[in-house]
């Protein structure tokens, strides 16, 4: 068995890896298929009710709601793009990240997606 990222010491990581497709704290709301044990599903339930989302948690959570391989799209496009490969994508998940990209939003006076484009070029790419 591999070690985990805890295991690893990147505590951090670890701590991403499990928050940034859980707006909602709830391992419910998961929507791919689990492929570990009903006890590790519960273990990581546990674990992830017990953590106090920050910003940081939020804004990975947001960018992930933002991003699609080809680059920055709008919180409907990738919810839709979800909704399409596994079936469904809860309403009150949806919810959830509307009001992270307005939870942002106020706290940057500006449109999310004014500074989420694409600008390649600013970055010499």
């Known amino acids: 068995m591999l070690p985990s990222m805890m295991q690893l010491e990147y505590d951090d990581a670890a701590r991403i890896c499990l928050t940034h497709s859980f707006p909602i704290q709830d391992i ?3 929507i791919g298929n689990f492929d570990v044990s009903e006890e590790v599903v519960n273990a990581m339930n ?3 009710k017990k953590i106090d989302y920050d910003d940081y ?6 960018c992930d709601c933002l991003a699609m391989p080809e680059g920055v799209v709008s919180l409907s496009e990738r919810m839709d793009d979800i909704a399409r490969r596994y079936g469904r ?5 949806r919810k959830a990240n509307l009001k992270l990209k307005e939870y942002f939003e106020n706290r940057l006076h500006r449109n999310i997606y004014e500074i989420t484009t694409d600008n390649r070029e600013l970055w010499g790419l």
């Open 89 to 93: 994508y809860p309403d009150r998940k």
């Open 28 to 30: 419910s709301t998961y």
């Open 46 to 48: 546990g674990k992830l």
């Open 57 to 62: 948690d939020r804004l990975i959570q947001l």
